[in-house]
């Protein structure tokens, strides 16, 4: 069963390092997003992605993230200048336009360390 | 602001027993309302969705139920078995958009041997 997979599965960066999330989405899929849990909270969305560009973004998606399709499989985040606050498990979702429940289909994560 | 709010408290319950799980929302009109299962340390799982005209879904041992006047979803795991610990979110989901995700906190569910 086709599945999304994301790299690295655990990330350690210091503080002020660029970090580099990527996913690789299911490969009939046309929506993306990324969403990040800090240990113990609740899954929050970051950002979705359509047609090569991003469609919404919330508040915690500041300037210092950016996300890409550089080619037709990968979807990438970037964080420019990582913070404590950034430590959390960074999930990648994806669903097709044909979804009539719009269920999405997570990755398994990167957690991400920031010293 | 929109909110969604689940058993906050884990809940534990006993090997063959039905757990019932709660969510509630405010300020939403979901046309949709999903559930996923999410274990420790792995990315959440897509189990059911109820659209807003259906009072109640199922699919194997799992029901839920949706009652946009209340504003509430009940998720039912009959005959419950330890494989079934996990946390479960509710997501209701709005039409339009891209249709992200919110998620409510989830409830952790233990179902002891």
């Known amino acids: 069963e086709p599945e999304v997979t994301q790299t690295p599965s655990h990330q350690v960066t210091q503080m002020g390092q660029e970090v580099i999330l990527r996913c690789v989405p299911i490969?009939?899929?046309?929506?993306f997003y990324w969403y990040r849990q800090i240990l113990g909270q609740k899954v929050e969305f970051l950002v979705s992605?359509?047609?090569?560009?991003?469609?919404?973004k919330s508040e915690i998606f500041d300037d210092q993230f950016s996300v890409e399709r550089p080619d037709g499989s990968n979807f990438t985040l970037k964080i420019r200048s990582t913070k404590l606050e950034d430590s959390a498990m960074y999930f990648c979702?994806?669903?097709?336009?044909?979804?009539?429940?719009?269920?999405?289909?997570f990755g398994p994560g990167t957690r991400l360390t920031v010293t | 602001s929109q909110k969604i709010e689940q058993n906050s408290e884990a809940l534990n319950i006993q090997e063959g027993k039905t757990a019932t799980l709660t969510c509630n929302y405010t300020?939403?009109?979901?046309?949709?309302l999903q559930w996923y299962r999410q274990d420790p340390g792995r990315g959440p799982v897509f189990l059911l969705l109820?659209?807003?005209?259906?009072k109640e879904k199922r699919k194997e041992r799992l029901k839920v139920t949706f009652d946009t006047t209340l504003k509430q979803s009940l998720f039912h795991i009959t005959a419950s078995q330890p494989a079934d610990s996990a946390t479960y979110l509710c997501?209701?989901?709005?039409?339009?958009?891209?249709?992200?995700?919110?998620f409510g906190t989830g409830t952790k569910l233990q179902v002891i041997p």
């Open positions: 979702a994806s669903r097709p336009e044909t979804s009539g429940g719009y269920e999405q289909y």
């Open positions: 490969s009939n899929h046309l929506y």
């Open positions: 992605f359509y047609n090569n560009e991003i469609s919404e």
């Open positions: 300020n939403y009109s979901p046309a949709y």
């Open positions: 109820i659209r807003e005209n259906e």
């Open positions: 997501a209701p989901i709005s039409t339009g958009g891209y249709q992200k995700v919110t």
